[in-house]
């Protein structure tokens, strides 16, 4: 490997492998419709377009995590971007339903960018500097949800829905090219054979300290997930606010998970991974709490719901730098296999929240069952965030002693 293939890269091309990543799972979502007229398919199987790739990253993390540990985070990400790129363009030339999901779903490589560019921050810089870093990523990355589907929605009604999975295919090309001259490979240390790896994977497996961040990732983003799948019914049950009211305020939690990250971005070299994150739990949790009493005591308002929900996205933001850092941290020579674990939980539990949000809010049950059940969400992050705490209070005198 040459000299300049192992200069690490800068942030704004972790930025835009991250943000790459989230855009491919939203900026197309106003097309649905259209693909599934124009290719003559029911809409509930097009849909699978965004469930099915939600799946699919899901495995792929477990995947691709152990595959840099082993072979370095700079091929791994550019075979990836490759593949990303070719199933874009099969999915702008497919002419039936089934052609169309099967490169949608090879779509899904690209969650590398996002689930390495945290492991290369790990890679490159101490903890507490990583989540500092990692905070700054999440400010940009919040971004890419609110602004894709506006972009892709006006990507259709100019050239046609095929036109969102060009774009795609052109980002894919710029951002292998930026990655094979930017990033170079930080993984200092890569297993020897997989046999190696997958006999040291215990050792991780068994940490309390793992689970204990990669739980408290999930818990967070979980409460996430119920607020996306809950908030519109509500909104539009109980408040009869209009959509576009209904999108302001479904955005506020975005704007909260900002304002976090900022927070985090700024605050993080001066406190422990595991105070940030508590910090950021009790933040989320206290807004909830507040919510519920408020509709307890009969101020049944929307500022009051979406007030308590913006406390989620602020803690969020505080805590996911740090609880991202800390379960990578365990055994660094398996950071990768540990995002990509800690994601694929993430992500599974994500989807759990928002079937359980399904089955729980409802018209009538409203408010309530969403602030609660966003609330019980989070205090098991809070859980999480207090049991590690205590796990790494114990080390340190441990190894004080």
Known sequence: MAPADRTPPRMLTLILLTGVSILSLNMFVPSLVNIAADLDADYTLVSLAIAGYLAVTAVLQI????LSDRYGRRP???WAIALFAAASLGCLMAEDVWTFLFFRLLQAAIVAGGALSRVVVRDMVPPKEAAGLLGTIAMAMAVAPMLGPMVGGVL????????????FALMGVALFGLTWFDLGETNASPSQTFGAQIRSYPVL?????FWGYAGCMAFSTGAFFAFIA?????ATALFQVSPGMLGLYVGSITGGFVLGSFAAA???KGFELETMMLAGRIVACSGLAAGLLLFAGGVVHELALFGATVFVGIGNGITMPSSNVGAMSVRTDLAGTASGLAGALTMGGGALLTWMAGIAVTAQSGATALLGLMFATS???LLCAWWVHGLA??????EAS
């Open 63 to 66: 995947v691709i995590g152990p």
């Open 76 to 78: 791994v990400l550019l």
């Open 393 to 398: 209070r114990r080390a340190a005198s441990q």
């Open 205 to 209: 497996l068994r940490s309390g300290r």
């Open 156 to 167: 259709d009604e100019l050239f046609g829905w095929r036109s969102s999975f060009l774009a």
């Open 266 to 268: 700024r605050l993080a």
């Open 230 to 234: 809950g908030a519109p019914l509500v």
């Open 379 to 381: 205090f098991l992050g």
